[in-house]
């Protein structure tokens, strides 16, 4: 008699992937995809959402344990699919509530075949072709940007804050030699702007350098980092005997699209590294996981204007590429490809300008003997991750191919020229004011005031006058009841779902400046939206006044 355990694995193999070839059974697991995207197509309708919009029940989820017994796949297909039921569709034309990309075909694809093969980056005694893949994507986008590929060097990492954790690991590393091995031996200071990600905090916290020691300057009308004051805060850390681990200039900050001016950044670097005798050189790392995007346009001829944008979108993309063009000055840098990419999570590219500086990180081969015997890619040496999956490369790999410059130049700049409606079709009304109208990227942050309200004036009295507090605080309120109504009616399938921000800046009173958000990156976006999005809150603004 065949054993139970023996029954059961017989069931369980139909659960995975043949690993031969096996057409029927092939089909079996295409036909499982098929069947569960047909359950997600049935969630679709005209509304920005999947399904009926739904709050998660944390309770029921809570109480959950795991079945005693196996299931088949036809029974837990659509328990997968109610994951979706509610969720926000942020490919959708009229969702415009974040930096989040419309993942396209071919990505998808990317991450299906290692998702199906499971290879691991640490080596390519795992990864294989996966491994050559990860190479390949570093050298075309250091070459993108402007690094040399034959001495350059990166590596996926598990987010944004992953390429700015190697970063200023790298740069603690310069300042600091053998912090690895004997931990900091001094007090250290990490330099950013005070628009910068909260990131830089949080690498602050987790690499033992502490959030105190993050000097965050003030920045300029158009949300880049003030250089001057950046000389101040550089001057007072070195002169104090304490050393910096990391410059962080933000190339594309998450709210408002500002980017430092980098050119600046490095030749200050260089210069205070000079005249104070510093036996390293502070690390400049370049938070592009926005901004990278467009490096497509280094090479683009604005003046002819090839691909027909409109005055205004040149514009923009001409002010916004011409300080992205200076990424090839930063130490290293961070380019997420499932933002400005069009990929999914997660797909995050760590760039050093020379692959060199990587041996700072380097592990003693003795702690891993039970790795690399073979090959001649071992990352796994001197990665935080162990585990690296590949699905980000493969991704990433995927749209570099399918889209090329050019696509990537019509997708961005289709983007930036939907922004540039909204922004036309906002400056045409009396309520509204744009407040990042300095940047030139694919959001706009803006706010609604009550009727006859002097918006020429306002934004200037609610920044700089300290006397002008109740009325900023009550003109928040107003956005953010203009928000909630907007996103419920976005919810009920009407309009478009918008973004909000609680700090865009902080005013002279120490109090925060809240914005209404639209970021634009859907490819299906058209005018059309961007009319929607100024008359709902139109509406939204009349019902809040009553």
């Known amino acids: 008699m065949t054993p139970l355990y023996e029954q059961h694995l017989h069931s369980l193999r139909r659960a995975f992937p043949a690993p031969v070839s096996d057409p029927v059974h092939d089909g079996y697991v295409v036909f499982s995809l098929l069947r569960t995207l047909d359950r997600v197509d049935a969630l679709k309708s005209q509304a920005p959402i999947l399904g009926v919009p739904r709050d998660p029940d944390y309770a029921t989820a809570a109480s959950a344990s795991i079945p005693s017994q196996p299931a088949t796949l036809e029974e837990i297909i659509p328990q997968l699919v109610h994951c979706l039921d509610g969720m926000l569709i942020t490919g959708h034309p009229r969702s415009q509530v974040n930096v989040i990309a419309h993942p396209s075909i071919a990505s998808i694809v990317g991450v299906v075949l290692p998702s199906m093969y499971n290879p691991n980056l640490c080596s390519d005694e795992s990864g294989r072709g996966f491994s050559e893949a990860e190479v390949r994507v570093a050298a075309m986008t250091a070459r993108l940007i402007g690094y040399d590929p034959a001495v350059s060097g990166g590596l996926f990492t598990f987010g944004g804050t992953g390429t700015l954790l190697y970063g200023v690991k790298v740069g603690l590393e310069k300042a600091f030699p053998g912090t690895r091995e004997r931990g900091c031996g001094g007090q250290t200071t990490i330099l950013c702007s005070d ?94 996981v926005i901004g990278w995007a467009w490096s497509v346009f280094r090479d683009y001829d604005f003046a002819a204007n090839p691909l027909g944008f409109r005055g205004r979108t040149v514009r923009a993309l001409a002010a916004a590429a011409n300080r992205i063009n200076h990424l090839a ?218």
């Open 195 to 288: 628009h910068s990600h909260y990131a830089c905090l949080n690498v602050a916290g987790w690499l033992g350098i502490g959030q105190d020691n993050v000097v965050r300057v003030g920045t300029h009308r158009d949300n880049s980092i003030d250089v001057d004051a950046l000389e101040s805060a550089a001057r007072e850390t070195l002169g104090g005997g304490r050393r910096i681990a990391a410059i962080v200039a933000t190339m594309g900050t998450t709210d408002a699209f500002g980017i430092d001016d980098l050119a600046a950044i490095h030749a200050l670097r260089d210069r205070l590294a000079l005249e104070f005798q510093l036996d390293y050189r502070p690390h400049i790392h370049a938070d592009a």
């Open 329 to 546: 000055l930063a130490d290293s840098l961070g380019v997420d490809f499932h933002k400005t990419g069009f990929a999914p999570y997660i797909s995050s590219l760590f760039l050093l300008k020379r692959r060199d500086d990587f041996a700072a990180l380097v592990r003693e081969r003795s702690t891993m003997p039970y790795l690399y015997h073979t090959g001649q890619y071992h990352p796994g040496m001197f990665t935080l991750e162990t585990s690296r999956s590949a699905t980000g490369v493969m991704a990433a790999l995927a749209n570099l191919l399918l889209l090329g410059r050019e696509g990537f130049r019509t997708l961005v700049g289709h983007a930036v020229e939907m922004a540039e409606l909204l922004r036309e079709l906002i400056v045409a009304r009396p309520e509204l004011s744009i407040v990042n109208d300095d940047n030139f990227g694919p959001v706009t942050l803006f706010r609604a005031y009550p009727s006859g309200t002097d918006t020429f004036v306002v934004k200037d009295r609610e920044e700089h006058d300290p006397g002008y507090r109740d009325q900023l605080r009550r003109h928040n309120d107003l956005n953010r009841q203009i928000f909630q109504k907007v996103a419920a009616e976005a919810l009920a399938g009407r309009g478009v779902a918008i973004g909000f921000t609680d700090n865009y800046r902080l005013s002279a009173s120490s109090e925060p400046i809240s914005a209404l958000k639209s970021y634009v990156l859907s490819p299906f976006a058209d005018p059309t939206q961007m009319q929607t999005v100024v008359a709902h809150v139109l509406t939204a603004l009349r019902d809040a006044e009553g």
